[in-house]
């Protein structure tokens, strides 16, 4: 019997992992900001605070994944999107801790690896760090034969943010009577598709067909649609401290997510008619004969972020987010529980 083994012949393909770094260094090279040079090929990554203009900085981390929004990639054979919301998912968390997204790192784990899918995925978290504005400084891509099915993979994110000390969010200052402001989402985002893809097999729907609410999408390219990257639009806003507490809303919806960020012994009033919306949620809803409840502690139902603050900056404020390309709205306040 032979025992000329290799490891190519227990399904791992060293030779293709290094073709695919060599492949997506120019995309990490591409998301280069002040403080990171986004160079691939070391042990770590580096990132020079003073250089990003920081004083006396606080880190802030988050870590996240994509779910099983990732089935649909598979079904579709579309692997472009599922990056942006992976950055999404993290720069967004750190965002509503008043942090500025500053470097990223991804996990990309399938049983073998296609040379064109990851390079696909990586493109679309190349794009989500050009939209928060951090550096793709370095991964790790995993090929573990009999750990995913066949033309499976999954995702991890990994961000570090930083804020000056005294500029963290939520602010102690949150009080009864400040408003609350919605910012609103691309769609799903990337939490709830478990239920999603429940009521698309329960309907009998493929992600190939036009959807039911608009002929002129296929299904599936709806539903991929990336999470919004807020960075942008609300860094201005505050570092010229007019913002109070933030909320990513995304699993638990408006319902668990707004409370987390106020202090104890206040609660929250949301106007859910202060918004349409978009048809996919009521769609999902009457398609899947969802309750309201559970609609509202699914999904964002059209919210992707809400922010609190005092009544007086909210001219300023809606005026500073339209300039931006923002259309954001009041849909409630801060209530004594």
Request: hydrophobic fraction near 45%; include cysteine.
């Amino acid at each position: 019997m032979s025992k000329n083994n290799a490891y190519t012949q227990a399904g791992v393909d060293i030779d293709a992992g290094e073709r695919l770094v060599r492949a997506i260094a120019p995309l990490a090279k591409a998301t280069a900001r002040a403080g990171a040079a986004a160079d691939l090929g070391g042990f770590g990554g580096a990132f020079d605070l003073k250089a990003a203009g920081f004083s006396d900085p606080i880190l802030v981390s988050g870590a996240d994944g994509v779910g099983t929004k990732l089935k649909l990639a598979f079904e579709t054979g579309r692997h472009d999107t599922v990056g942006v919301d992976l950055v999404a998912m993290c720069a967004n968390d750190v965002l509503a801790q008043g942090a500025e997204p500053l470097f990223f790192l991804d996990y990309f784990a399938c049983g073998k690896l296609d040379e064109g899918v990851a390079e696909d995925v990586i493109k679309g978290i190349a794009e989500g760090c050009r939209q928060a504005g951090c550096a793709l400084i370095g991964g790790e891509t995993a090929e573990m034969p009999g750990m995913y099915g066949n033309g499976e993979y999954d995702l991890g994110g990994f961000v570090v943010g930083a804020a000056e000390r005294g500029a963290l969010l939520p602010q102690d200052d949150i009080e009864a009577g400040d408003t609350l402001i919605g910012l609103p989402s691309s769609g799903v985002h990337s939490n709830g598709f478990s239920l999603v893809r429940k009521i698309c097999g329960d309907a009998g729907l493929s992600f190939s067909a036009p959807a039911p609410f608009n002929q002129n999408m296929k299904l599936g390219d709806i539903l991929l649609t990336p999470t919004r990257i807020y960075v942008d639009n609300l860094k201005s806003v505050i570092r010229a401290n007019q913002i109070k507490g933030l909320a990513h809303i995304t699993g638990g919806g408006l319902v668990d997510n707004i409370p987390r960020m106020l202090p104890a012994g206040l609660s929250a009033r949301v106007d859910y008619s202060a918004w349409s919306r978009p048809d996919i949620f009521q769609w999902l809803q009457d398609a899947g004969d969802v309750s309201e409840d559970d609609m509202r502690r699914t999904f964002n139902c059209g919210v992707g972020m809400v922010a609190a603050l005092a009544p007086k900056d909210v001219d300023a404020v809606l005026q500073a987010l339209k300039a931006d390309g923002e259309d954001a709205f009041v849909l409630g306040e801060v209530t004594a529980a």
